[in-house]
Protein backbone atom coordinates (compact mmCIF):
# COMPACT_ATOMS: atom_id res chain seq x y z
CA UNK A 1 0.00 0.00 0.00
CA UNK A 2 1.77 3.38 -0.84
CA UNK A 3 1.34 6.39 1.47
CA UNK A 4 -1.38 8.53 0.27
CA UNK A 5 -0.48 12.77 -0.37
CA UNK A 6 -2.75 14.99 1.43
CA UNK A 7 -3.01 18.51 -0.04
CA UNK A 8 -4.38 21.09 2.23
CA UNK A 9 -6.48 23.23 0.42
CA UNK A 10 -6.04 26.77 1.65
CA UNK A 11 -8.86 28.97 3.18
CA UNK A 12 -10.45 31.42 1.03
CA UNK A 13 -13.06 33.75 2.44
CA UNK A 14 -14.25 35.95 -0.35
CA UNK A 15 -12.00 35.23 -2.59
CA UNK A 16 -9.45 36.07 -0.35
CA UNK A 17 -6.66 33.23 0.23
CA UNK A 18 -6.82 33.73 4.65
CA UNK A 19 -3.72 31.10 5.35
CA UNK A 20 -1.62 33.76 2.55
CA UNK A 21 -2.94 36.64 4.71
CA UNK A 22 -1.83 35.66 7.91
CA UNK A 23 1.39 34.32 6.42
CA UNK A 24 2.08 37.70 5.56
CA UNK A 25 0.84 39.35 8.48
CA UNK A 26 3.02 37.20 10.61
CA UNK A 27 5.64 37.56 8.49
CA UNK A 28 5.93 41.32 8.62
CA UNK A 29 5.40 40.76 12.55
CA UNK A 30 8.98 38.90 12.59
CA UNK A 31 10.49 41.11 10.42
CA UNK A 32 9.15 44.74 9.89
CA UNK A 33 11.57 45.31 6.47
CA UNK A 34 9.23 42.65 4.96
CA UNK A 35 6.25 45.05 5.20
CA UNK A 36 7.71 48.22 3.37
CA UNK A 37 6.56 49.05 0.40
CA UNK A 38 7.32 51.38 -2.20
CA UNK A 39 4.80 52.50 -5.04
CA UNK A 40 5.80 54.15 -8.11
CA UNK A 41 3.91 56.22 -10.85
CA UNK A 42 4.73 57.74 -13.67
CA UNK A 43 2.10 60.35 -15.37
CA UNK A 44 2.80 61.86 -18.90
CA UNK A 45 0.92 64.50 -21.04
CA UNK A 46 -0.84 62.86 -24.00
CA UNK A 47 -2.34 66.19 -25.32
CA UNK A 48 -5.07 68.65 -24.17
CA UNK A 49 -6.47 67.68 -20.63
CA UNK A 50 -5.27 64.02 -21.09
CA UNK A 51 -2.34 62.12 -19.16
CA UNK A 52 -1.57 58.69 -19.02
CA UNK A 53 -0.32 57.07 -15.80
CA UNK A 54 2.01 54.23 -16.24
CA UNK A 55 2.26 51.69 -13.52
CA UNK A 56 5.80 48.98 -14.46
CA UNK A 57 6.46 47.51 -10.83
CA UNK A 58 6.16 48.44 -7.15
CA UNK A 59 8.62 47.06 -4.25
CA UNK A 60 7.57 45.15 -1.15
CA UNK A 61 10.19 43.83 1.39
CA UNK A 62 12.76 45.09 -0.93
CA UNK A 63 11.40 43.16 -3.70
CA UNK A 64 11.04 44.74 -7.08
CA UNK A 65 7.57 43.09 -8.44
CA UNK A 66 6.73 43.37 -12.38
CA UNK A 67 3.45 44.19 -12.92
CA UNK A 68 2.11 46.95 -15.60
CA UNK A 69 -1.14 48.79 -15.99
CA UNK A 70 -1.97 52.10 -18.00
CA UNK A 71 -4.50 54.42 -16.69
CA UNK A 72 -6.12 57.42 -19.00
CA UNK A 73 -7.23 60.65 -17.25
CA UNK A 74 -9.16 63.22 -19.14
CA UNK A 75 -11.16 65.75 -17.80
CA UNK A 76 -14.90 66.75 -18.27
CA UNK A 77 -15.53 69.18 -21.43
CA UNK A 78 -16.91 72.08 -18.85
CA UNK A 79 -13.31 71.88 -17.66
CA UNK A 80 -11.34 72.05 -20.74
CA UNK A 81 -10.78 68.13 -21.53
CA UNK A 82 -12.42 65.49 -24.19
CA UNK A 83 -14.94 63.45 -21.68
CA UNK A 84 -12.65 60.81 -22.95
CA UNK A 85 -11.62 59.13 -19.71
CA UNK A 86 -12.54 59.61 -15.80
CA UNK A 87 -11.04 62.60 -14.25
CA UNK A 88 -8.24 62.71 -11.24
CA UNK A 89 -10.82 63.28 -9.04
CA UNK A 90 -13.06 60.52 -9.66
CA UNK A 91 -9.91 58.54 -10.04
CA UNK A 92 -8.84 59.60 -6.49
CA UNK A 93 -12.54 58.85 -4.64
CA UNK A 94 -12.15 55.33 -6.95
CA UNK A 95 -8.65 54.66 -5.11
CA UNK A 96 -10.16 55.79 -1.34
CA UNK A 97 -13.28 53.65 -2.38
CA UNK A 98 -11.10 50.58 -3.63
CA UNK A 99 -8.31 50.35 -0.45
CA UNK A 100 -11.52 50.70 1.88
CA UNK A 101 -13.57 47.72 -0.25
CA UNK A 102 -10.14 45.63 0.53
CA UNK A 103 -10.05 46.27 4.09
CA UNK A 104 -13.51 45.37 4.71
CA UNK A 105 -13.41 42.51 2.54
CA UNK A 106 -9.85 41.60 4.30
CA UNK A 107 -11.27 41.84 7.43
CA UNK A 108 -14.32 39.65 7.05
CA UNK A 109 -12.26 36.97 5.39
CA UNK A 110 -10.03 36.55 8.55
CA UNK A 111 -13.30 37.04 10.89
CA UNK A 112 -14.79 34.14 8.75
CA UNK A 113 -17.99 36.42 7.73
CA UNK A 114 -18.85 36.03 3.89
CA UNK A 115 -19.52 38.63 2.23
CA UNK A 116 -22.98 38.91 -0.19
CA UNK A 117 -22.68 42.31 -1.12
CA UNK A 118 -20.43 45.81 -0.46
CA UNK A 119 -20.70 49.09 -1.91
CA UNK A 120 -19.06 52.58 -0.83
CA UNK A 121 -20.66 55.91 -1.90
CA UNK A 122 -18.50 58.72 -1.52
CA UNK A 123 -19.04 62.35 -2.39
CA UNK A 124 -17.65 65.65 -2.15
CA UNK A 125 -17.59 68.77 -3.33
CA UNK A 126 -14.96 71.60 -5.17
CA UNK A 127 -15.05 75.03 -5.52
CA UNK A 128 -13.73 75.99 -8.79
CA UNK A 129 -13.13 79.31 -7.18
CA UNK A 130 -10.05 78.15 -5.73
CA UNK A 131 -8.74 75.61 -8.41
CA UNK A 132 -8.66 78.74 -10.89
CA UNK A 133 -7.22 80.94 -8.62
CA UNK A 134 -10.56 83.28 -8.62
CA UNK A 135 -10.41 83.29 -4.77
CA UNK A 136 -7.68 82.79 -2.59
CA UNK A 137 -9.46 82.04 0.39
CA UNK A 138 -11.27 79.42 -1.42
CA UNK A 139 -9.39 76.01 -0.76
CA UNK A 140 -8.75 74.20 -4.03
CA UNK A 141 -9.70 71.07 -3.21
CA UNK A 142 -11.71 69.20 -0.89
CA UNK A 143 -12.22 69.97 2.49
CA UNK A 144 -14.69 66.85 3.30
CA UNK A 145 -15.53 63.30 1.43
CA UNK A 146 -18.79 61.69 2.69
CA UNK A 147 -18.87 57.99 2.21
CA UNK A 148 -21.89 55.39 3.23
CA UNK A 149 -20.92 51.92 2.95
CA UNK A 150 -23.36 49.21 2.17
CA UNK A 151 -22.53 45.91 3.56
CA UNK A 152 -24.55 42.64 3.82
CA UNK A 153 -22.96 39.09 4.99
CA UNK A 154 -23.65 36.46 7.54
CA UNK A 155 -21.76 39.30 10.21
CA UNK A 156 -23.78 40.57 13.16
CA UNK A 157 -24.59 44.35 13.44
CA UNK A 158 -21.52 44.58 16.13
CA UNK A 159 -19.57 42.81 14.04
CA UNK A 160 -19.77 44.93 11.16
CA UNK A 161 -19.59 48.26 13.13
CA UNK A 162 -16.61 46.93 14.41
CA UNK A 163 -14.92 46.22 10.92
CA UNK A 164 -16.18 49.41 9.72
CA UNK A 165 -14.10 50.72 12.68
CA UNK A 166 -11.00 48.34 11.91
CA UNK A 167 -11.03 49.37 8.31
CA UNK A 168 -10.91 53.24 9.02
CA UNK A 169 -7.83 52.12 11.43
CA UNK A 170 -5.97 50.99 8.94
CA UNK A 171 -7.10 51.53 5.45
CA UNK A 172 -3.95 53.47 3.48
CA UNK A 173 -6.09 55.37 1.44
CA UNK A 174 -8.44 56.45 4.28
CA UNK A 175 -5.13 57.44 6.53
CA UNK A 176 -3.51 59.79 3.28
CA UNK A 177 -6.73 61.62 2.77
CA UNK A 178 -7.58 61.66 6.31
CA UNK A 179 -4.28 63.20 7.04
CA UNK A 180 -1.63 65.94 5.51
CA UNK A 181 0.75 63.77 3.67
CA UNK A 182 4.11 65.63 2.80
CA UNK A 183 4.86 66.13 -0.42
CA UNK A 184 8.06 67.07 -1.54
CA UNK A 185 8.47 69.00 -5.19
CA UNK A 186 11.02 69.05 -7.28
CA UNK A 187 11.35 70.61 -10.64
CA UNK A 188 13.55 69.84 -13.87
CA UNK A 189 13.06 72.03 -16.68
CA UNK A 190 14.67 70.14 -20.32
Not at 44 to 67: L, P
Not at 119 to 124: N, P, S
Amino acid sequence: MSAQTKTVQPTIVNGINVDDLFALIEGVRRDPAKGRTNWHVTTTWQGQARSRAEIDSYEIGGEKVQRRFLIDIDEPRELGGSNSFANPQDHLIAALNACMTVGYVAQCAVRGITLESLAIETHGEIDLRGFLGIDPAVPQGYENLSFTVYIKGNGTKEQFAEIHEAVMATSPNFYNLSRPVVLKPSLVVA
